[in-house]
């Protein structure tokens, strides 16, 4: 990841590779924001040529431009903010985002200065979050001079008044740990399914917690034996199919006087075949991202433990592979979750849900204040909300927690009912409960089957199955690939608790 600083310096005379100002679009055209410093003759040339190279100032919208020696830098880099509010301030989201869209299209440039607007602490937490969540390049298969053409930026500047201010200095060390753990949950998003298998992630997880040098946490692994003696029937029925066997992994992290306790269990399919009930080969690639949920919740208790918050949090990854073959469990298999309730499975597809219950039983076990799960759980989720917005479910004030803390962290949640009418299509002829219901209503079908499983616990249950993985072009700070979907959500939830 870059390594990230402040300055007071001007940014004319930075020697930089490329120095970022921020535009805002307004009817009479874009206008230059917190830029004096820039020469007259640039800012009249860049109000000039803006109709002719199509400057706007819109959201996502990065333009380089030769600095033509009148500043250190080689390159002036214009990023687009869009509409100011009313008073004329700018979202930190959208300056989160034009950070993000500035570092990522300077992919290849090793220093950059952010002469964004900076001069309080929000603003300057955005803007380094941003920038440095949009500096991410996965090159671990890649051929190395290859890869040197990709890098990522490897210095950033952040200009603003505020270097000596003790709150601005804590707001860009969260901003590293924060940004770090979104990074290392999309490596391992990004990371072939033949490296990264149930076994492979839990090696993972052990080497995260030594790497990150977090206090506090200690890991503890079931493998298949345990899972069986513990009466793990959804994660063994799933991992059944692969001859790579499931695991259940539990880091916790335990501060000394903790004022909450919260559990957050993820979905960790390594690969999703689909199993028996096998999934169309057109796109089946991707779903070496079916792991995305335990990726972020593994990531967000290393960064509280960092961030030493007086929360314990503890995460479940739920971990196997969903393979077709001989031993694969099949539609009308009846499973056992621990706890004692059945499940008959009429489509393996719906595997997410079996290994989260297993996890969820375990966590509500703990007597936790509140349980979150977030999973990629359904292609309903897509259907309903489109690729960026993930959805949560859950009981009330829960459900409404993790959309407040997404809108401070700047993701997009939202929330969604759990329609009683519907557990009518999950009943069984032979067991408690089947694994899938109607056809219309999938994601909440989803979340209803989840709820089955966590008692009178708080609860919010999220479904990222769009958001985790773009499939598309890159924008604002979000690569190709994994995104990290859900880490910022879930710190911010509980640096939330912990300052109640």
């Keep these: 990841m870059p390594r990230a600083t402040l300055t007071t310096k001007n940014p004319a005379r930075l020697t930089v590779d490329a120095v970022v100002v921020a535009l805002a679009t307004t009817d009479a055209g874009p206008t230059i924001l917190d830029a004096d410093w820039l020469p007259a003759e640039t800012r009249a040339e860049i109000t000039a040529l803006a109709p002719t190279l199509g400057i706007t100032g819109a959201a996502d919208e990065v333009h380089k431009l030769p600095s033509a020696g009148r500043i250190a830098a080689k390159l002036l880099v214009l990023t687009g903010v869009g509409a100011r509010g009313a008073d004329g301030s700018v979202e930190p989201e959208a300056l989160r985002r034009a950070a993000g869209a500035a570092t990522r299209a300077l992919a290849g440039v090793s220093s950059v200065a952010l002469a964004l607007p900076a001069d309080d602490v929000a603003q300057l937490a955005a803007v380094a979050e941003g920038a440095l969540l949009g500096a991410y390049d996965y090159a671990r298969y890649r051929d190395a001079k290859a890869a040197e053409k990709t890098a990522a930026v490897a210095t950033i500047e952040?200009?603003?008044?505020?270097t000596r201010d003790r709150a601005a200095k804590d707001a860009l060390a969260r901003a590293e740990i924060l940004v770090a753990a979104v990074h290392a949950t999309r490596d391992l998003v990004n990371t072939a399914p033949n490296d990264l298998y149930p076994a492979a992630f839990a090696d993972a997880a052990k080497a995260a917690v030594k790497e990150t040098g977090a206090r506090g946490v200690k890991v503890t692994v079931l493998d298949e034996k345990a899972l069986a003696a513990g009466g793990y029937g959804g994660i063994l029925g799933v991992g059944q199919g692969s001859v790579r066997a499931p695991r259940l992994v539990k880091v916790a992290y335990s501060p000394s006087r903790p004022t909450?306790?919260?559990a957050l269990v993820g979905k960790g399919i390594t690969f999703d075949s689909g199993g028996i009930s096998i999934k169309p080969a057109a796109g089946m690639d991707a779903m070496?991202?079916?792991?995305?949920?335990?990726?972020?919740?593994?990531?967000?208790?290393l960064a509280a433990a960092q961030l030493e918050l007086p929360v314990a949090v503890t995460a479940w990854l739920c971990l196997a592979e969903n393979m077709p073959s001989g031993s694969a469990q099949r539609p009308s298999?009846?499973?056992?979750?621990?706890?004692?309730?059945?499940?008959?499975?009429l489509n393996t597809d719906a595997e997410g849900r079996l290994v989260m219950a297993d996890g969820l039983v375990a966590a509500v076990e703990e007597s936790p204040d509140l349980v979150i799960d977030i999973a990629t759980l359904t292609g309903a989720q897509l259907v309903a909300l489109g690729p960026r917005v993930s959805a949560v479910m859950g009981t009330d004030a829960a459900r409404a927690e993790v959309v407040e803390a997404a809108g401070t962290a700047g993701e997009q949640f939202w929330p969604m009912p759990l329609p009683a009418d519907l557990k009518a299509g999950m009943k069984s002829r032979v067991a408690d409960i089947a694994n899938i219901g109607d056809r219309f209503g999938g994601m909440l079908t989803a979340g209803l089957f989840l709820q089955e499983f966590v008692g009178s616990t708080p609860w919010a249950h999220l479904d990222i199955a769009g958001p985790a993985f773009n499939e598309k072009t890159a924008f604002g700070y979000t690569p190709t690939g994994g995104t990290g979907v859900g880490v910022r959500t879930l710190l911010a939830l509980v640096e939330g608790r912990a300052a109640r």
């Excluded at 952040?158 to 505020?162: D, P």
């Excluded at 991202?289 to 919740?297: H, I, N, P, T």
């Design 158 to 162: 952040i200009v603003t008044s505020r």
């Design 288 to 301: 070496k991202s079916d792991m995305a949920g335990a990726a972020a919740v593994l990531h967000t208790v």
């Design 333 to 345: 298999d009846v499973l056992t979750i621990r706890g004692g309730k059945t499940v008959e499975v």
């Design 260 to 262: 909450a306790k919260v």
